[in-house]
């Protein structure tokens, strides 16, 4: 290398030194799409048991207007988010593989500067989603721990009633 840049030796992948670097690339692509389609499977799964829990609820709960109908929709629209999530971090991990297979078939520079971009979103997207999630368990424990304290003074107060 004729300068100080660590990332100059990626414009020559003979150079040894790329040459581990870029074998820890190779051997992480298949992984990562590995997961990539798993994460798909799983939104597929998701978007079928929001489907089916729409038409559950449409056929058994006794017709439009029903509580039980509304419950179930409701479930149905989690679970579609839930696959919109995994869909969307599916598709981050598919362009981190393209761009990994990239710099293993000796893209150079830019091809490092564009998996590392597609690395950072993929990361970024994960854990603002794990932020987002970890705010909703919280207050939906806090809302139901409340729900239940109501409700059992609720129920303690019908019984000294009687």
């Known amino acids: 290398m004729s300068s100080d840049n660590p990332f100059e030796a990626f414009d020559t992948p003979d150079a040894p030194e790329v040459v581990d670097h870029l074998m820890y690339v190779k051997q992480t692509q298949p992984w990562v799409i590995f997961l990539a389609v798993m994460t798909f499977l799983f939104a597929a799964f998701c978007l079928l048991a929001a ?7 449409a056929f058994t ?6 509580e039980g109908l509304v419950m179930m929709a409701v479930l149905g629209g989690v679970y579609g988010l839930i696959a919109l999530f995994y869909g969307g971090l599916g598709y981050l991990m598919i362009r981190m593989a393209m761009a990994m297979g990239q710099v293993a078939s000796g893209g150079g520079l830019e091809a490092v500067g564009a998996m590392l971009k597609h690395t950072r979103n ?6 603002i989603i794990t932020l987002v999630f970890m705010v909703l368990y919280c207050g939906g424990i806090g809302v139901f721990t409340m729900v239940g304290s109501a409700l059992s003074s609720t129920f303690a107060d019908i019984e000294n009633l009687e």
């Open 61 to 66: 709960m006794g017709g439009a207007g029903s």
């Open 51 to 57: 489907v089916a829990m729409v038409g559950m609820g």
């Open 122 to 127: 993929f990361w970024r997207t994960t854990g």
